[in-house]
């Protein structure tokens, strides 16, 4: 090898060089920023368009449709859904993976102006937003008080807290929850208003002429002049209540006389309790490009300074944390990273038994895996568990080219050669079989760099780091690994440790030389045990369970609650206060976030609630995260009867709170939808596997229905729009004008008050004005029933759609789950078509595109070897010993309880890489020693024998590398366990059938006795 003899003939270039990657590994290492996981998120933008007072039928027709058709033609668009609810549609475009996200929210703008047009013209303005998962609140502070109402701490948190946050590096946006915001309310008295002859038009038009904030000029002389200040707004309750709303006869019936006037919140339909206390949540949303662990250290280090100013009884503390999951499951990385490292140290040391032969190699590891951070940001890539999960790997790995370098060249010193010669020598012997291992294991990742979709994107970084890592290895293998030998080795002085060690070796390879001999003269026995290995593996690969990504203890639980359809905020929320605290008896349990009506759109869900808990940290508790959900499962059902409500954990893999079943029904008419949406999820129910099954399909809210007699109204002088616009204001609660109340603008609501509107009977108590100027009362001009409606009219890809929903008991895979979704989809007697979101659609997609990717990684290798070897024989040979730790590494995923997910399928990649070294190791040695004129026997038993130390070494190398993934514990343990397992169980497997059946099959395979002579190529 030419870059080997210039590097043991010219040292310090070769030291150089090294010492040159691992500065520039450092200089990218504090640049490269820390987060989760890779950033995969899906260009997302969503629509939303409010239509006031609008029912979910007409939100549907009129807004939703005409924005899908336009929609739906813009190019790259993977999923088109749609949620059409009283008054308001929003609408989600999700696009491939291969689109920019500005440019599609920019198509996404066009298309919709093109149809603002058609939408009814009391629409608000559609709302266009790039929609991402780090939107989402990394943390969420709580601001609770003794003396203050959430009325104050909302407008004391927006006057003095939230542009701190926003201030600090990395922050985004702050969402505020459980707020009441300041609004001037005009609570009117319906019985007064009719008394009076005073409608709400007249209400709504006093406030708009009386209420105003006008520029008024200036008045200019010749030398002075002054700014005139006209105060024409109004800016306390009795000034709004001295308004004159109608002049009667002479006598002014002021806005007092038919209701009151109170400074009050703009909505309460809404509230956040933290440890039975109100509170006013604040959720920190970081930028992109964030560093997520350094945004959450800048608040919490905030916190102390503004405590300080807070008001007395005031307090300021996080109520949920997400960071803490980061953060720990990094630290269990580095951690594992470090003991990785010690043991194979150890390993190295205990094969070669000497100090300065067992530094050679152990340089390898931290020139590698800094080198490879030099990669990772010339590449973009991110400090996240899954590249860093990709360097613990790494350690095993990389030390292999140099071990395999280090231990031909120490067999010509023990041969009685000079280092300096043995190193020449040793290195141009060994220098291809290191290029091939290099390039091959470069090989196996190259098809999973260019996977799509989420989990795609996932494993690039996983992939190319372990690439980039291995390369940098195989480089310092072949310049700074033989300069070390050269230099560092000396010839062999036996010691008692060595020698006793040293028989023991020797009495292994005897062993181990008289078996293979054995199985070569029998060589059936290597194709029985290959057949044999084969169907293990294959049976394995039926028993195994998979599903998207394995349950992770992130040390928080929510806990989803729905109410009955109708049920008001006083009843979800006293249900939230019941539930707050059933979690906080819960001893791991060390806060309660509770949300009645979450969402910072409005108008809420009153029927909704959501709890955030943090648990105590992994080392202080001995019931997992599981563990404990399941014991909650109990208490939530016979405590809260009169709701739904169930504990789930965040989804892997950046899924956010969505439950792993997300089942897609779609039908032509809501009718049949409803029957065959029944009939699936009752399946479900039956089917002790699922857990918590739900649906969003909800065709049966309470409604009145409102019918106007146009005849009788028109007789009567009065407009139907009149009618339309007294309930929306009555009712709904309408902003007529603004005012100013200590430098910030805040509404001017008007709404009947509570007593007024309490019961059926009262809209037709509402009175209107006819074109006489006479008052009419409603109930002799509508007729109101009460019917059920549909809360939400739902779109998937622009067809009428519900969402089946569920959870998975423990032991019931998510591939389980969908094959029986799909026969219970098979069994319904209306036509559907059926489709998959969230999880399960990437769960199906991932699964594919996997094995696909196994496949071109085999493709791959051969052609990578067969040019290597110049042979489309011997390659062959040599991805034989595929299935044998393939087939290891599924009973050892199955034994451990462990699932075949994406992680344990990265593995299984991974290992066509790692195992086919072995064989290239013997399969490369003995194509020599045949040159040299053995016979196919010999030569493959030579080979073999002498390339045992090298690939136990090795393997063992790789094996304790990835051994503290497997057994690791904490933060994000379950995820490298599925690897590490893989790793262990496919090498010890694999590596043990590979000494005896690759020689055998050699021995059949490799070409005839009388070809020894030739090339590889030619054999």
Not at 276 to 297: E, F, H
Not at 456 to 476: K, M, Q
Not at 801 to 817: D, F, H, Q, T, V
Request: with cysteine; charged share 20%; net charge negative.
């Amino acid at each position: 090898m030419v870059l080997s003899d210039i590097s043991i003939r010219r040292p310090v270039l070769a030291t150089v060089m090294s010492l040159m990657l691992v500065l520039l590994g450092i200089m990218a290492f504090t640049k490269l920023t820390v987060r989760e996981y890779p950033d995969i998120d899906a260009p997302q933008v969503s629509v939303r368009v409010v239509y006031p007072g609008a029912s979910a039928s007409v939100i549907e027709t009129q807004v939703t449709e005409p924005l899908e058709d336009a929609l739906a033609g813009i190019e790259g668009v993977e999923t088109l859904k749609s949620v059409s609810r009283e008054q308001v549609s929003q609408i989600t475009v999700t696009f491939l993976s291969t689109r920019d996200l500005d440019e599609a929210a920019s198509d996404v703008r066009d298309r919709v102006a093109r149809v603002r047009g058609r939408l009814p013209d009391d629409t608000d303005a559609p709302i266009i937003a790039k929609a991402e998962a780090d939107a989402q609140a990394i943390m969420w502070l709580a601001l609770t008080s003794e003396r203050m109402s959430p009325l104050e701490l909302t407008d004391y948190a927006e006057r003095n807290i939230i542009d701190s946050l926003k201030n600090l590096p990395g922050v985004s946006s702050v969402n505020i929850g459980g707020s009441r915001r300041y609004a001037m309310r005009v609570w009117l008295d319906g019985e007064r208003m009719a008394a009076q002859g005073v409608t709400i038009g007249d209400v709504e038009a006093a406030l708009a002429r009386q209420n105003v904030e006008l520029p008024a000029g200036r008045i200019e002389s010749i030398q002075r002049e002054f700014a005139v200040q006209a105060e024409t707004g109004l800016r306390t309750p009795e000034e709004f209540s001295r308004i004159i709303v109608r002049d009667q006869d002479g006598h002014a019936i002021r806005l007092g006389d038919v209701g009151r006037v109170e400074l009050g919140a703009e909505d309460d339909r809404n509230s956040v309790r933290v440890d039975r206390t109100p509170a006013v949540g604040m959720g920190i949303v970081k930028q992109s490009t964030a560093n997520t662990l350094d945004v959450a250290r800048a608040v919490k280090e905030l916190i102390p300074e503004v405590e300080k100013r807070l008001p007395e009884g005031t307090r300021l503390r996080v109520g949920y944390d997400s960071s803490i999951f980061i953060e720990r499951s990094i630290q269990a990385v580095y951690k594992t990273l470090i003991e990785a490292f010690i043991l194979v140290a150890l390993v190295i040391f205990l094969f070669l038994r000497g100090v300065r032969a067992t530094l050679i190699p152990v340089v390898t590891i931290p020139v590698s895996l800094i080198g490879a951070l030099v990669f990772m940001q010339i590449m973009g890539f991110s400090i996240n568990t899954l590249s860093l999960l990709g360097l613990v790997l790494a350690v095993g790995l990389v030390v292999d080219d140099a071990i395999v370098m280090l231990e031909n060249i120490h067999r010509h010193i023990e041969a009685g050669e000079r280092p300096l010669q043995a190193a020449l020598k040793g290195s141009k012997e060994i220098g291809f079989a290191v290029l091939a291992m290099t390039m091959t294991l470069v090989a196996v990742f190259a098809p999973l760099a260019f996977l799509e979709g989420k989990t795609g994107r996932l494993f690039t970084e996983f992939a190319l780091t372990v690439a980039a890592a291995v390369g940098v290895s195989g480089f310092v293998a072949l310049t700074l690994s033989p300069m070390l030998c050269s230099r560092w080795l000396k010839p062999h002085v036996g010691h008692g440790f060595y020698e006793k060690t040293e028989q023991w070796f020797l009495g292994m390879n005897t062993a181990y030389r008289k078996i293979l001999v054995w199985t070569l003269t029998r060589r059936w026995v290597a194709l029985l045990l290959f057949a044999l290995t084969g169907a293990l593996g294959w049976y394995f690969l039926g028993q195994l369970k998979t599903e998207l990504a394995p349950g992770e203890d992130r040390g928080s639980i929510i806990v989803s609650v729905t109410a009955p359809e109708g049920a008001t905020m006083a009843y979800t929320e006293g249900y939230m206060q019941r539930l707050e605290t059933i979690l906080l008896d819960v001893p791991e349990v060390q806060a309660a976030f509770v949300v009645t009506a979450p969402g910072l759109e409005r108008p809420n869900d009153v029927t909704r609630g959501l709890a955030f808990t943090q648990l105590a940290p992994w080392e202080e508790r001995s019931r997992t995260q599981q563990d404990i959900i399941n014991a909650l499962r109990g208490p939530l059902a016979q405590e809260l009867p009169g709701v739904r409500a169930f504990p789930i954990p965040r989804a892997p893999l950046n899924q956010g709170r969505s439950t792993p079943v997300q089942f897609v029904i779609q039908a032509n008419t809501y009718a049949d939808l409803q029957v065959a949406t029944d009939q699936i999820a009752q399946a479900a129910r039956d089917n002790p596997g699922f857990d918590n099954v739900d649906t969003d399909l909800k065709l049966e809210t309470p409604q009145l229905r409102l019918r106007v007699d146009r005849e009788r109204a028109a007789a009567l002088g009065v407009e139907v729009e009149t009618v339309g616009r007294a309930l929306e204001s009555l009712l709904g609660g309408k902003q007529v004008t603004r005012f100013i109340r200590e430098g910030k603008q805040y509404d001017v609501i008007v709404q009947l008050e509570g007593p007024g509107r309490d019961q059926p009977e009262d809209i037709g108590a509402i009175y209107v004005r006819g074109r006489d100027g006479q008052l009419q009362v409603l109930s002799n001009l509508v007729l109101v029933e009460e019917v059920v409606a549909a809360k939400n009219l739902n779109h998937f890809n622009r067809k009428r759609a519900a969402i089946l929903s569920a959870n998975l008991k423990p032991g019931y895979s998510l591939g389980e789950a969908l094959v029986f979704m799909e026969q219970a989809a098979a069994q319904v007697e209306v036509p559907i078509t059926t489709d998959l979101e969230g999880q399960s659609r990437e769960f199906k997609k991932a699964g594919g595109e996997l094995w696909v990717t196994f496949g071109l990684a085999l493709a791959f290798i051969y052609l990578v070897l067969a040019a290597q070897f110049e042979s489309f024989r011997h390659p062959v040979l040599i991805m034989l010993t595929v299935p044998l730790a393939v087939a290891g590494a599924l009973a050892t995923l199955f034994w451990t309880g462990n699932s075949l997910n994406v992680y344990s399928q990265i593995g299984l990649v991974m290992l066509v890489g790692l195992i086919t070294k072995h064989g290239i190791l013997m399969v490369e040695f003995a194509n020599q020693l045949r040159e040299q004129g053995r016979d196919r026997l010999t030569a493959i038993a030579e080979a073999a024998e002498l390339r045992l130390r090298p690939i136990l070494m090795t393997t063992a190398a790789t094996v304790l590398g990835a051994l503290p993934l497997a057994l690791s514990s904490g933060a994000g343990a379950e995820a490298r366990a599925a690897i590490g397992w893989v790793v262990v169980g496919g090498m010890a497997f694999g590596t043990v059938l590979t000494l005896f059946v690759i020689p055998g099959i050699y021995a059949l395979l490799a070409g005839r006795d009388h070809d020894a002579g030739q090339t590889p190529a030619q054999a």
